[in-house]
């Protein structure tokens, strides 16, 4: 693993913001903008990143980390799924291209993160580009259709200007983007300004057609999000931080029954350092995903609070074995905590998983990569009334992989199969557990 692919390994798993989540979520609506600054505040402290910027307010709408527990091996899935490190890089330099990460998660659930990117020179020094996203996970969904156009500014970065279009015309997102520096360079600086929901009591009001309800802002969310990494000759940083900003939202509907206001607020965060010995690397990675919501209703009692709240810590080290060998010892710890106030329930509940995994990867026949590993974790899971979520309860999981990978020209195509090593409550077809599929474009 060289420096800069262990880079993106740090920022392939971003931060935890712990202390500022347990303020945030301690309270309803009344605990006050002072609770939800110290979260937002956090998520920020931690900028920095090489990353495209994305966010959106369904990503935060959608988050239910309570929801993970419908695929007993969620932690064992989720870190086989993500889309492989050495391929970042080559994606920052594309003009164009698609890369797509699926797999198996539940009998009925297949996780898709798939995106479409062009980038087309408009002039000498301008660009458009073109992006199109699609993630539909057991955590959250979301996607968009992103139009941005860039343009350098003499002695003061690259500037964009975005927007995101969808049928729903109060839904429109826009966003102001700066850069300093290449992404693919030794330090990068990113910050962006969304402004989420443009056409929704913000620069008109909301447009409805005959027979629409409408379903104003009473505050209006923005989305600042800052990003940066650094990276030396043998060690480097990436951080990341992002928030949600608090809003309020009125439904004015005909059925006095369903006249509610709801409120959202978010964050994510991320961090990761790493340094190289010699044939050595060791690095150390945190993540963090947070939301609140609550809806008012006027004929209803409660608050309809949920808040949820997720944050990882990864560590790693890989050892060089002759010229294309590496053996590889990684450790994840994770938090999930999720909390329903009535009148959805009253109950919370609380997972952790502790999850090491050791690989060894090598050159294999037919020019291609292979790698093959062992991941236990022992799940921890603690109730507290009735939650609304079913759960696998308290478990181990445990799964060996083989992973092979190969280039076809332009296309970069990688398959994993897991293989069952412990008893399930279901059946398993022979010792096939899990399968997954990455692959990468170039246009």
């Not at 010699?278 to 008012?296: C, V």
Request: charged share 25%; hydrophobic share 40%.
């Amino acid at each position: 693993m060289t420096p800069g692919n262990a880079v993106r390994d740090a920022a392939s798993t971003r931060s935890a913001i712990g202390r500022a989540a347990r303020i945030a979520g301690s309270g309803g609506p009344g605990a006050g903008v002072r609770a939800r600054l110290v979260a937002g505040v956090a998520a920020l402290a931690l900028s920095f990143l090489a990353l495209p910027a994305h966010a959106s307010y369904e990503e935060f709408s959608t988050l239910d980390v309570a929801r993970l527990e419908q695929d007993d091996e969620n932690m064992l899935d989720r870190v086989l799924v993500r889309q492989p490190v050495a391929w970042h890089e080559d994606w920052l330099k594309l003009r164009g291209g698609f890369r797509s990460s699926q797999g198996c998660f539940t009998s009925g659930q297949w996780y898709m993160d798939n995106q479409l990117l062009v980038r087309v020179p408009t002039g000498d020094t301008t660009r458009l580009e073109l992006e199109i996203l699609q993630v539909d996970n057991v955590e959250s969904v979301y996607g968009w259709t992103s139009l941005e156009v860039r343009f350098p500014v003499p002695r003061a970065g690259l500037w964009g200007v975005r927007w995101r279009p969808t049928f729903d015309k109060s839904r429109q997102d826009a966003a102001l983007d700066w850069q300093l520096g290449q992404p693919t360079g030794t330090a990068h600086l990113r910050a962006v300004m969304g402004l989420e929901d443009i056409f929704n009591n913000f620069w008109a009001s909301r447009q409805t057609r005959v027979g629409d309800e409408s379903a104003p802002y009473e505050r209006h969310p923005f989305e600042p999000e800052l990003s940066a990494h650094w990276s030396g000759p043998a060690h480097w940083m990436t951080l990341h931080g992002k928030w949600l900003t608090p809003s309020v939202k009125r439904f004015d509907t005909k059925d006095p029954d369903l006249r509610r206001k709801e409120r959202l607020w978010g964050a994510k965060g991320g961090a990761g350092v790493g340094r190289r010995f010699g044939a050595t690397t060791a690095d150390l990675a945190f993540e963090e995903a947070q939301a609140s919501s609550w809806a008012e209703w006027e004929t209803q009692p409660g608050d309809f609070h949920i808040y949820r709240r997720r944050w990882a810590i990864e560590t790693g080290v890989s050892r060089e074995i002759g010229l294309h060998g590496m053996l590889t010892f990684r450790f994840h710890y994770q938090e999930r905590d999720q909390v329903w106030r009535p009148p959805i329930s009253n109950s919370s509940m609380n997972i952790i998983d502790r999850m090491p995994t050791l690989e060894g990867a090598f050159r294999a026949p037919w020019d291609t990569r292979a790698r093959v590993g062992l991941m236990y974790n022992r799940v921890t899971v603690e109730q507290h009334g009735v939650p609304p979520v079913e759960s696998w309860g308290t478990r181990t999981e445990s799964r060996a992989y083989l992973t092979l990978q190969k280039r076809f020209g332009s296309l970069l195509l990688q398959g994993i199969e897991g293989i069952e090593l412990d008893p399930e409550a279901y059946d398993v077809a022979f010792i096939h557990d899990k399968g997954f599929v990455q692959l990468q474009i170039a246009f």
